[in-house]
């Protein structure tokens, strides 16, 4: 894990989102998402932690 001076956690590139949005979020981690057939390991790799299952919710809701 990259951290910098001020303890701030970096992302490589492709994880960066054009912009603070759940949709921005989503579209960079599940890219992929409209394809058929994805497998189970595809989810397992593009994973997204919350702190509230809510937050959790409402982002698994605008994936589906």
Not at 11 to 30: D, F, G, K, Q, V
Not at 37 to 60: P, R
Request: charged residues 20%.
């Amino acid at each position: 894990m990259h951290i910098d001076n001020d303890s701030n956690i970096l992302l490589p590139n492709p994880y960066h989102c054009r912009e603070n949005t759940a949709a921005s979020l989503i579209e960079t981690i599940y890219s992929k998402i409209t394809r058929p057939n994805l497998s189970a390991k595809y989810f397992a790799e593009h994973t997204l932690l919350c702190y509230l299952n809510k937050d959790v919710d409402t982002i698994n809701h605008k994936v589906l």
